[in-house]
Nanobody, 124 residues
């Protein structure tokens, strides 16, 4: 059983930046594909970004491409999401997720473990 703990959420003005972190425990981190998803009130959970076990391959949701960057430090069991040029549409609860298998990284159902989420609020 893996445990995932996100941090770094908060409130920021439009155009600002935040960096989310997710620390994993309970599993060998380098054997996990890691993903970030978000969910705004009244909306479905949306794929944000994913990173392969080695960190070589990344995927991004269309709405965040060019603004968000996912990275990982396997020595620290941590995955990051650097979010730049934030806008109010980015307001959501952001979830970290881990996949022990080899599912499609943009699908929520591919992931075996989820964090509790961290709130990101972007104001005008």
């Amino acid at each position: 059983q893996a445990q995932l703990v996100e941090s770094g959420g908060g409130s920021v003005q439009a155009g600002g930046s935040l960096r989310l972190s997710c620390v994993a425990s309970g599993r060998t981190f380098s054997r996990l594909t890691m993903g970030w998803f978000r969910q705004a009130p009244g909306k479905e959970r949306e794929f944000v970004a994913a990173i392969s076990r080695s960190g070589v391959n990344t995927n991004y949701g269309q709405s965040v491409k060019g603004r968000f960057t996912v990275s990982r430090d396997n020595a620290k069991n941590t995955v990051y999401l650097q979010m730049n040029t934030l806008n109010p549409e980015d307001t959501a609860v952001y979830y970290c997720a881990a996949d022990e298998g080899y599912g499609s990284p943009w699908l929520a159902r591919s992931y075996d473990y989820w964090g509790q989420g961290t709130q990101v609020t972007v104001s005008t």
